[in-house]
């Protein structure tokens, strides 16, 4: 089963931006790939999803702010974060929507000045 590793995670200012990449250990070309992200104290949330022809949806909270793309020769997902708030703190997981065991250990993101 194809297992994912998220990277890029770090320290960012208010309005900054972060790139986050999420690589698979196999394939992902027919998957929808997602995004979530917990802060502390927090339950998982869904950020968005990348579907297996680059269709993209989105949390409100998070649209317009982010993009997610995709590079299926790289097995390669990434999370493109823009005008960061100190609320998109948190640690970014990715997985599979078909595989419920796929999460990556996560990224942790910090938006603080």
């Known amino acids: 089963q194809v297992q994912f590793v998220e990277s890029g995670g770090g320290l960012v200012q208010p309005g900054g931006s972060l790139t986050l990449s999420c690589v698979g250990s196999g394939s992902i070309f027919d998957f929808v790939i997602e995004w979530y992200r917990q802060a502390p104290g927090k339950q998982r949330e869904w950020v968005g999803q990348i579907q297996s022809d680059g269709g993209t949806t989105y949390t409100h909270t998070v649209e317009g702010r982010f993009t997610i793309s995709r590079d299926n020769a790289k097995n390669t997902v990434y999370l493109q974060m823009n005008s960061l708030k100190p609320e998109d703190t948190a640690v970014y997981y990715c997985?599979?929507?078909?595989?419920?065991?796929?999460w990556g250990q996560g990224t942790q993101v910090t938006v603080s000045s």
């Open positions: 997985k599979a929507e078909a595989l419920p065991s796929s």
